[in-house]
């Protein structure tokens, strides 16, 4: 399977934020989008639309435990993550899982070129696999069952790893 059939399937629409918006705003527009990550453009006008990051909830967070909440009036470019890893659409999607796993990241953007044409997420992945395994005929109950119980299992959790 390609990165372009998830986004086939999941539509065009691209949560972003401009790099010198607030922390705040880009929060808010988060909460609208219901995202945990926004791309990051610089509008030039000798280059367009640039994508120059990305910024998620766990940026913020990190970034309100270390610095405080003076955080949020700051412009998004003072916490995203500049450079981000990406992927085309013609990518195989175990490319995308093997970034978000080396790179402990949740969101991937996709460009074509230097076309940004998509985001991929982990919840999308997940998603097409519930659909291929109930295509498979397992029901999506039935998976699901199978991973609330792997959820459940006992396994010894050392603080501060």
Not at 24 to 53: H, Q, W
Not at 73 to 79: C, G
Request: with cysteine.
């Amino acid at each position: 399977m390609k990165v372009e059939d998830i986004l086939r399937k999941k539509g065009t629409r691209i949560g972003m934020v401009r790099i010198n918006e607030t922390v705040t705003t880009a929060l808010r527009l988060m909460k609208a989008e219901n995202t945990g990550a926004l791309v990051v453009k610089d509008v030039c006008r000798t280059e367009g639309n640039t994508v120059v990051g990305v910024i998620s909830e766990r940026d913020v967070v990190r970034a309100l435990v270390d610095r405080g909440p003076a955080i949020l009036d700051q412009p998004v470019s003072a916490l995203m993550t500049r450079d981000p890893y990406c992927c085309s659409p013609s990518d195989p999607v175990r490319h995308v899982l093997s970034l978000m796993d080396e790179h402990g990241i949740r969101h991937v953007p996709v460009l074509e070129g230097t076309t940004l044409v998509g985001v991929v997420s982990v919840r999308d992945l997940i998603r097409r696999q519930l659909e291929e395994l109930s295509a498979d005929g397992i029901p999506v109950a039935a998976a699901t069952a199978a991973a609330a119980a792997a959820e459940s299992w006992d396994f010894p959790v050392v603080a501060n790893q």
